[in-house]
Structure formats: structure tokens, C-alpha cells
């Protein structure tokens, strides 16, 4: 006897469940891995100091590594400090440090970064500075505690991207215990929240929408481990402020790297994800971008555009000096000290400093003020250089730049002859002079010591 047909039919589609299941729509994730490229710290360098060699670094060199890193998919961030290295006194003037971070704004945006978070030294311009260079990004800008006046963040909170199979979200927190006087007036009318409680309002939502949660970290205060034992939803968390090798560590179910300083490096983070979208393996470096490593043309053009902006407007010459221009020591320049001390004076001329500025000029670099300071004497001081036209003999290091003033020695007072090494490393510091060694270079820098 045969069976009813509609048995049959229930058993088909019992059959055609069964085999959905196995298909590839119901199976669980497959294992995948995710590839983070970072950087951190940058501080405004667009290019590496020329004083000296084997420099790493520079921004049309960042993109080819970059580039070659994105052979396959990657993601891109940055946590945050990019256009400034402090708070402290520069030596540019406002519209100088205008062009230049609008020329790192561009150079970034070129690479094509994900996302980016503002560090506290990116504030050191003012409020309004900052948010005119956001302005001008065509990367997202992310932080979920920056609190403008009327209560919501300034910029998005996060973003969230495809990278393969993976739904990344990227959410950027600054630290909100930087209390400095200075800090305060440079944000203005913003606000920034205390890390915990943007976490606690942001997160939940930001989980639902992803798969793994890459929060950009800039804290040089507020503890990392809390923050992450607090919120373990975050996977994976890249730190600024603070520098680290490139090795990945892992906070409570977090993994967190930070990379160096000035953009000498690009950090690579390689993280291995199971079904589950848990870590189940991770790599991690720093790939140095050595000098030689060819200029991407695109982020070089931006360079030099930026440079010949600095050569058309003469910014050093720009920078606003002492009201009082009585007040200060009076620099006479080294044909002043050259009648009592001419052996002394003729075996300067045959170092390098007595052609410091020439290399400036050879490099076109005459006008830019971050340089300039290092290779006259007395910039930005009432008395000392202000241009080529205005006070050629204070150009290159002379001897005052060692020495201090001659003014009280002129009229009979005796000087110190020593040049300690605090004197030297003022320029020859870890960013211009990474293998200066002081006892080396003294004699062969400055054979004019006066005895």
C-alpha cells in the first residue's frame, strides 16, 4: 500500500533542513586574521632631520611601506599625538605650524588611514586649530570622550569597517587626567570625559555592530590595565602617548601594542581570530622606514609643497619676538671675538658650524624655523637672529652659541670657557643628532675653546 503523499513531502522537508544546516550559510565562522598597521607619536615630523645620517622616518616614506604592508587587507590607525611632539614653547609661528600640520593631514590622508584619535599634544594650537585640521582630513577622526559644548562628542565616537570577514569597529579615548594650566586654556570650550564613563555609554552599542573592537588608546595617566580588565569587550587596544617595541601584550583579555616615536617605524600587528571571533594568535613588529626606501611621488609632492611654502613666506622670519626689545642679552657675533681670540677664531672657521647655515640654505631649509633655531645664534631671543637681512652676522653656530652672550665679556668681565654637554645636546638631542657622542664631537666640532 502506498503512503500518503503528504508524508512524503514532510519528509523532504525535514530532509532539505537537515541538509541547510550543513551548508556554508550555517556553518560557524571560519578562523581569520586580521592585520593591523599602526603608528603613533608621530609629532609633527614630515621628514627626518638632515644634520644627520641614517635617519629613519618620514612621512613619502611611511606610504611606500604602507603600501607594500597592504598587499593584503589591513587595516590603518593612528593613536593620536601627530601634529605636535609638546606643549612646550615652539619655535614657528602659528601660520608655520598651520601649513605643516596641514601638510601631515595630507600626507595621511593619502595613506588612506581607517581611523585616527587626537592625542593631548595635538590640542597644544588651541581647540580651533585642531578642529580646522579635522576639518581638512579625508580620514575619520574618532573619539568617544571629546566633549564639545553642547554635550556629544566633537568627533565620531567610532567607526566601523570591513576588513575581510571581520566587522572592526574603532573607537579612539584621550585621557581626561592631563591637568596642566596649559592644557586646560588649549581646549577651549571642549571637554574631555573621563574614559570609564564614555566607555560605559559607547560600548554596548559599538558590540553589537561588530565582531572585534580595536580601540585607539591615548593615556599617559589613567591606568591601561584598569581600563581594559574593566571593559575585556575591548580585543585589541593601540596605545599613544606611551612608545613600546612593537611586541603585542596581553591585559586581562586584551592584547594591546604601542610603537615608537617621530615616525621611524610602522607597527604591524597580525592577530588570528577563531570561529568565535576569539584571539587565538598573534605577531607583532615594528618595520623601520630606513632612508633607503624610496619617496612615494604623491606624499612627496605634499613635502614640497609644504617646503616651498616655508621658502615663499620666509617663516622664520615670521615668528614674533619680545615686545621689549631691551630687555636681553646683546649678541656681537663671532668677528667680535675675533680681534683677542683670532687662532681661536680662524679654527672655527674650519668647523662645521661656521657653515651651519649654509647646509640650511643647500637644503632648503633657510626660512624653516625648526631648523633655523639650531644653526644661528640667539633665535627668538630680543637680541639675537631674526633674518639673513636683518642680522647676517648671527648666522651659523658661533661662538656665543656655546658661550652664552659676549656683552659683559666685550666690556672686560671673563667668560666660562668648559661647553658642557647640556649645552651640546639643546640641538644634538636623540631627534637631530641620534649618535651624537659628546666627548668624540667636542674636539672636532669645536676646536675654538677658549683655554
Known amino acids: 500500500m502506498k503512503k500518503p503523499r503528504h508524508v512524503g513531502t514532510a519528509f523532504l522537508c525535514t530532509l532539505l533542513v537537515i541538509l541547510s544546516a550543513c551548508t556554508p550559510a550555517g556553518r560557524t565562522p571560519e578562523p581569520v586574521t586580521l592585520n593591523i598597521l599602526y603608528t603613533g607619536n608621530v609629532n609633527g615630523e ?3 632631520c638632515g ?3 641614517k635617519q629613519l622616518g618620514g612621512v613619502a616614506r611611511r606610504k611606500t611601506i604602507i603600501d607594500k604592508l597592504r598587499e593584503e587587507p589591513a587595516l590603518l590607525v593612528d593613536a593620536g599625538d601627530l601634529l605636535f611632539g609638546s606643549f612646550v614653547d615652539r619655535a614657528g609661528s602659528p601660520a608655520f605650524y598651520r601649513s605643516k600640520s596641514a601638510a601631515m593631514i595630507a600626507s595621511m590622508s593619502h595613506m588612506g588611514y581607517d581611523a585616527v584619535t587626537p592625542g593631548d599634544y595635538d590640542f597644544a594650537e588651541g581647540d580651533a586649530f585642531l578642529r580646522e585640521r579635522i576639518a581638512e582630513a579625508a580620514f575619520p577622526v574618532v573619539c568617544a570622550n571629546l566633549i564639545g559644548p553642547d554635550g556629544h562628542p566633537v568627533v565620531e565616537p567610532y567607526r566601523v569597517v570591513t576588513k575581510g570577514e571581520l566587522r572592526v569597529a574603532l573607537v579612539g579615548f584621550l ?7 596649559r592644557y586646560r586654556q588649549a581646549l577651549g570650550a571642549l571637554q574631555i570625559e573621563d574614559p570609564f564613563a564614555s566607555a560605559r555609554r559607547w560600548l554596548p552599542e559599538i558590540e553589537k555592530q561588530s565582531d572585534v573592537i580595536v580601540a585607539l588608546i591615548h593615556f599617559n595617566i589613567v591606568d591601561v590595565a584598569k581600563f581594559l580588565t574593566t571593559y575585556p569587550v575591548i580585543g585589541i ?4 602617548h606611551v612608545t613600546g617595541d612593537g611586541q603585542p601584550v596581553r591585559v586581562a583579555q586584551s592584547l594591546v601594542v604601542a610603537g615608537g616615536v617621530l615616525g621611524k617605524e610602522v607597527g604591524q600587528l597580525r592577530v588570528t581570530f577563531d570561529g568565535q571571533r576569539r584571539i587565538t594568535g598573534y605577531t607583532g613588529s615594528l618595520i623601520p622606514i630606513v632612508e633607503e626606501t624610496v619617496s ?3 606624499v612627496r609632492a605634499v613635502v614640497a609643497r609644504f617646503n616651498e611654502t616655508v621658502e615663499a613666506e620666509k617663516f622664520s622670519d615670521t615668528v614674533r619676538f619680545y615686545e621689549d626689545g631691551d630687555r636681553g642679552e646683546s649678541y656681537g657675533g663671532a668677528q667680535a671675538c675675533a680681534p683677542c681670540h ?3 677664531y680662524q679654527r672655527w672657521l674650519q668647523t662645521p658650524h661656521a657653515f651651519a647655515m649654509q647646509t ?10 625648526e631648523c633655523v ?7 627668538r631671543e630680543p637680541k639675537g637672529y631674526v633674518s639673513a637681512e636683518k642680522t647676517p652676522h648671527l648666522q651659523n653656530v658661533q661662538c656665543e652659541s656655546c658661550h652664552g652672550s659676549a656683552a659683559k665679556h666685550l666690556q672686560g668681565e671673563p667668560m666660562k670657557s668648559g661647553v658642557p654637554e647640556e649645552v651640546c645636546i639643546t640641538c644634538h638631542d636623540d631627534v637631530h643628532s641620534p649618535g651624537f657622542d659628546y666627548s668624540l664631537f667636542l674636539p672636532q666640532a669645536t676646536p675654538c675653546l677658549i683655554r
Do not use: F
Open 373 to 379: 633655531i639650531c644653526h644661528v645664534v640667539g633665535y
Open 360 to 369: 640650511l640654505i643647500d637644503g632648503g631649509y633657510a626660512y624653516n624655523p
Open 175 to 181: 585621557d581626561s587626567h592631563v591637568v596642566t594650566e
Open 46 to 48: 614630515l621628514e627626518r
Open 296 to 298: 612615494d611621488p604623491e
Open 237 to 240: 587596544a593601540v596605545q599613544g
Open 51 to 53: 644634520c644627520a645620517e
Open 342 to 344: 683670532s687662532s681661536n
